[in-house]
């Protein structure tokens, strides 16, 4: 079974530290999808990232990068120079091929302070 | 930003009453899907649409039914509310799900409904 899973449940830092976040996921399908999502205090959910599983280049975008391990099932996300604005519960998720549905993890709490 | 819009917004309501959320999307796309988020699950697939009139379950759905009569709609009803339905309650839209199998679109979110049973 499809399965995702975010062992960390809070992280605190301090403005300027660089997070990595991390992402574990289980699945039998040789084509899949993995997402990371943003929800700010606000409660929203923001869309950051979708890579599927034969793009295993890692991928930057301004101060957040995503690395994506097929052989050890891992897609992290990383925040360098962390701000007071990226504090937010992060989800990863995990697409299950012969359905049209989203496994999320259980969300990681990052916590940034000045 | 995709549009999509959730009501109510807020909403506390009796054990036993009917209760009714409703999305609402001006994207025309074709999948709809409803969760739940509560403290310590993440986000969990009530049940989801793939066209009108075309609806299937998802990991939670014991308690609730769903209806989608428009693309635009989606309506999400709990036929007798009880107190472990209290939570916040998000619909989603994507354009495809795994049409063709060779792309699959990333799902964007309402703004989400809160959801107190008493």
């Known amino acids: 079974a499809q399965k995702v899973t975010q062992a960390q449940t809070e992280i605190s830092v301090v403005e300027k530290e660089d997070v990595t976040l991390d992402c574990v996921y289980e699945?039998?399908?040789?084509?899949?999808?993995l997402f990371w999502y943003k929800q700010p205090p606000s409660g929203e959910l923001v869309f950051l990232i979708r890579?599927?599983?034969?793009?295993?280049q890692n991928e930057i975008s301004g101060r957040y990068s995503w690395n994506f391990q097929k052989s050890t099932s891992s897609f992290n996300f990383t925040i360098t120079a962390s701000q007071v604005v990226d504090s937010a519960v992060y989800f990863c998720?995990?697409?299950?091929?012969?359905?049209?549905?989203?496994?999320f993890g259980t969300g990681t709490r990052l916590q940034v302070f000045p | 930003d995709a549009g999509i819009t959730q009501s109510p917004r807020h909403k506390v309501t009796e054990t036993g009453t009917p209760v009714t959320l409703r999305c609402h999307q001006t994207e025309n796309h074709r999948y709809m899907y409803w969760y739940r988020q509560d403290p310590g699950h993440g986000l969990r697939l009530i049940h989801y649409?793939?066209?009108?009139?075309?609806?299937d379950k998802g990991e939670v759905s014991d308690g609730y039914s769903v209806s989608r009569s428009k693309t635009e709609d989606f309506l999400l009803t709990l036929e007798s509310a009880t107190s472990s339905q209290t939570s916040v309650y998000f619909c989603?839209?994507?354009?495809?799900?795994?049409?063709?199998?060779?792309?699959?679109?990333?799902?964007?979110f309402g703004p989400g409904t809160r959801l107190t049973v008493l």
């Open positions: 890579r599927n599983s034969f793009d295993e």
């Open positions: 998720a995990l697409s299950d091929y012969n359905t049209d549905k989203l496994i």
């Open positions: 649409s793939y066209g009108v009139k075309d609806t």
């Open positions: 989603a839209i994507s354009e495809s799900g795994l049409a063709g199998r060779s792309s699959y679109n990333e799902q964007f």
């Open positions: 699945t039998r399908d040789t084509t899949y999808y």
